[in-house]
Nanobody, 115 residues
Framework: VQLQASGGGVVQPGGSLRLSCAAS????????MAWYRQAPGKQRELVSTITTDGSTTYADSVKGRFTISRDNAKNTVYLQMTNLKAEDTAVYYC??????????WGEGTLVTVSS
């Protein structure tokens, strides 16, 4: 199983980006999917999660600005990021629980918010 993340880049403060993460390989089903991020010099932190039925959670720092979604038919999770701030600069990683109970990580995609 592999998770392939994409969509990172450089954006000005106030801008938007959409991250995608597609799972491929021998997959029977995917449970919870999530996005984490790791800023320079900081620990990796949980940004958002989404269950199979669409229930979501968000870190307080991104509530109202980020939206997580998923396409179960495509084994893909998305993170729509709006009103980006300098403090959102980080490497973003996707994570997915693949049946029966193994968690996989994507390789990360860099988001840089800078004027």
């Amino acid at each position: 199983v592999q998770l392939q993340a994409s969509g990172g880049g450089v954006v000005q403060p106030g801008g938007s980006l959409r991250l995608s993460c597609a799972a491929s390989g021998r997959i029977i089903s995917i449970g919870v999917m999530a996005w984490y991020r790791q800023a320079p010099g900081k620990q990796r932190e949980l940004v958002s999660t989404i269950t199979t039925d669409g229930s979501t959670t968000y870190a307080d720092s991104v509530k109202g600005r980020f939206t997580i979604s998923r396409d179960n038919a495509k084994n893909t999770v998305y993170l729509q990021m709006t009103n980006l701030k300098a403090e959102d600069t980080a490497v973003y990683y996707c994570n997915a629980k693949i049946w029966p109970a193994t968690y996989y990580w994507g390789e990360g995609t860099l988001v840089t918010v800078s004027s």
